[in-house]
């Protein structure tokens, strides 16, 4: 199993350019969230999504879209980067798994570390 | 909305040292509590979780216990070693609507430990 995989690891981009972060996980998970991470802010949630189809907002969904098109895959989408999107973004996926686990226990992915200029 | 608050960093201590790092939260109903560990260039694993009133979560020496009357659960560990330095998260899960999806997260503290 690897786990939640992200690429790009590390991204510059200038603003107004458009971007696409990509997120999948391996365990057949339900449930796959996006959050970013700013200094003295811990994590805030993006989107999510709860199956394939289904998306929603979170807490900071504004310049960001999402898809998901496949239980694997959940993009993150950024149409016009600005200096304010700046920060490291972190995929997250939880489910029931067939093997105890819980939908509260989030796996994370490495995380992208995206800087718009 | 539900929160998360903990105690602001960083944290410096000296190997075996004891720590404590506070959080309180506030949430309806009654929530799952967790604390996230993020590692140096890594993302967020769990450390433990505590599901009800009076449980106590545990793992790698580390524990915390889940106060309902206090609306706290505050992490500690006896013996800390230079392998802990990372950045702890307290965070909650709505744990009602079938959201347990959804965490709320603290702002994370950092723990340096010194040898």
């Known amino acids: 199993n690897a786990g939640v995989t992200q690429t790009p690891k590390f991204q510059v981009l200038k603003t107004g350019q458009s971007m696409t972060l990509q997120c999948a996980q391996d365990m057949n998970h339900e449930y796959m969230s996006w959050y970013r991470q700013d200094p003295g802010m811990g994590l805030r949630l993006i989107h999510y999504?709860?199956?394939?189809?289904?998306?929603d907002q979170g807490e900071v969904p504004n310049g960001y879209n999402v898809s998901r098109s496949t239980t694997e895959d959940f993009p993150l989408r950024l149409l016009s980067a600005a200096p304010s999107q700046t920060s490291v973004y972190f995929c997250?996926?939880?489910?029931?798994?067939?093997?105890?686990?819980?939908?509260?226990?989030?796996?994370f992915g490495p995380g992208t570390r995206l800087t718009v200029l | 909305g539900n929160s998360v608050t903990q105690m602001e960093g960083p944290v410096t201590l000296s190997e075996e040292a004891f720590l404590t790092i506070n959080c309180t939260y506030t949430a309806t109903g009654y929530p799952s509590l967790f604390w996230y560990v993020q590692y140096p260039g890594e993302g967020l694993q769990l450390l433990l979780k505590?599901?009800?009133?009076?449980d106590k979560g545990s793992n790698k020496g580390f524990e915390a216990t889940y106060r309902k009357e206090t609306t706290s659960f505050h992490l500690e560990k006896g013996s800390v070693q230079v392998s802990d330095s990372a950045v702890y998260f307290c965070a909650l899960s709505p744990n009602s609507g079938g959201s347990n999806y959804k965490l709320t997260f603290g702002k994370g503290t950092l723990l340096t430990v010194n040898p």
């Open positions: 999504s709860v199956g394939a189809g289904i998306t």
């Open positions: 997250a996926s939880s489910g029931w798994g067939g093997s105890g686990l819980t939908t509260d226990t989030q796996y």
């Open positions: 505590a599901t009800k009133a009076d």
